[in-house]
């Protein structure tokens, strides 16, 4: 029998810190590992498999591509894209209805801060603390945490940081070289902390003000996962752009910028060989179709409450605080995560860490109830009663 972890290894440029399995099949909420033992899988790809592992209407439509066809280059005109641009101009908030295509969530942040400077004409960017944007060298110099930045300097200039949520500390670190506020509706790397609502106000107004952008990195919470179809309608806030990734395609790769009217980039200015290619394309289209059709803001909004607030109540003396919005759920300890995270997998769950004491949740917008009883079963009994 091939041992592919050893397979792997062998041939694999490793820069992944590994969990000891071999993920093979996935179905829903479920994931199964090469000796056939079954997960509920609560991170689903970091927030990628939010529609459940191939969900039957994405398989449906990328098989259908796929005999179609496959690639086409943004010089040309396509069916399969030009839907999915008028799905995403209908789904976003306000008047955001142009969008640049691309593969991931860092190429949509490196998009961003490209576009915001030849709108603007100016160099600055100001982020906040605790902000993961990317591995980029762009998305990385608009990323906080130092051991993401170390060994990567100098990165590009211009960007500075100030603390989340503190309205008067970015209100004064915009000034009139500043093209652009990058934030994220709720900082996921950081530690699952939602942004106040008067927070995300008081940066529009700040950037209409003083003349900057106001760019929201909504790669994790978008698409129904916070429990609108985008978490900075909760605020009922629209950015100049909106990033986006993971769950657009419902496990394909693919990321966009979603702009507003001010943003003006030249042609040539920017491309993507495989941004925007028809298979992905069809991927989406029945990705969004799926989310309207079942409501999935819906669900993740009443599901979530249901998970956060059991949590709560069990007052665990190990749980320091939880925190979440719909889908995207932290669970702060007064210890490191770690343990608790592998002996999670061991039982059954998968989870993530958010930093080093926060356990993240990022179950499918499509799981179950019996399943969310199991992951919390599971969870508040590992809590209560560790092995380690």
């Not at 500043?178 to 995300?200: F, K, N, R, S």
């Not at 199991?374 to 809590?383: F, G, K």
Request: charged fraction near 20%.
């Amino acid at each position: 029998m091939i041992d592919y972890r050893e397979l792997q290894q062998q041939y694999e440029f490793d820069v992944y810190p590994k969990r000891d399995l071999v993920l093979v099949r996935g179905s829903g909420s479920r994931v199964w590992d090469s000796k056939g033992k079954e997960y509920l899988d609560c991170a689903t790809g970091h927030g990628v498999a939010s529609l459940g592992h191939c969900n039957e209407a994405v398989v449906a439509a990328v098989r259908a591509q796929v005999d179609r066809l496959i690639t086409c280059p943004g010089t040309y005109y396509n069916d399969t894209r030009a839907r999915l641009l008028e799905k995403l101009a209908a789904i976003a908030p306000g008047p955001l209805n142009r969008s640049f295509l691309c593969n991931s969530g860092a190429e949509a942040m490196e998009a961003a801060l490209k576009f915001a400077r030849i709108t603007t004409g100016r160099t600055e960017f100001v982020c906040a603390n605790r902000a993961f944007h990317g591995r980029t060298f762009g998305a990385l110099s608009a990323t906080f945490n130092p051991a993401y930045r170390q060994g990567f300097e100098p990165l590009v200039p211009g960007f500075r940081f100030v603390p989340y949520n503190n309205s008067d500390a970015l209100t004064g670190a915009v000034t009139d070289e500043t093209a652009a506020v990058i934030l994220e509706v709720v900082q996921g790397e950081g530690g699952v902390h939602p942004a106040d609502p008067d927070y995300l106000r008081s940066a529009r107004r700040c950037c209409d003000e003083r003349g900057a952008l106001l760019i929201l990195d909504e790669i994790q919470t978008g698409f129904c996962r916070t429990g609108r179809m985008f978490a900075c309608m909760h605020a009922g806030v629209v950015p100049d752009m909106l990033c986006v990734a993971k769950a657009i395609a419902g496990g394909l790769p693919m990321g966009a910028v979603i702009c507003g009217e001010r943003i003006e980039v030249a042609r040539g200015k920017h491309g993507s060989t495989f941004g925007g290619n028809p298979l992905c394309c069809a991927a989406a289209c029945a990705a969004i179709d799926y989310m309207v059709e079942h409501r999935l803001d819906e669900q993740a909004a009443a599901k979530g409450t249901d998970l956060i607030q059991r949590i709560r109540d069990a007052a665990l003396p190990i749980v320091r605080e939880v925190r979440g919005l719909g889908l995207m759920i932290g669970i702060e300890l007064r210890t490191r995560v770690k343990p608790y995270v592998l002996e999670l997998l061991d039982r059954g769950v998968i989870t993530l860490p958010s930093g080093t004491t926060v356990i993240r949740l990022l179950p499918p917008l499509t799981i179950s109830d019996k399943d969310i009883d199991t992951v919390v079963n599971t969870l508040l009994d590992v809590l209560r009663n560790p092995s380690h």
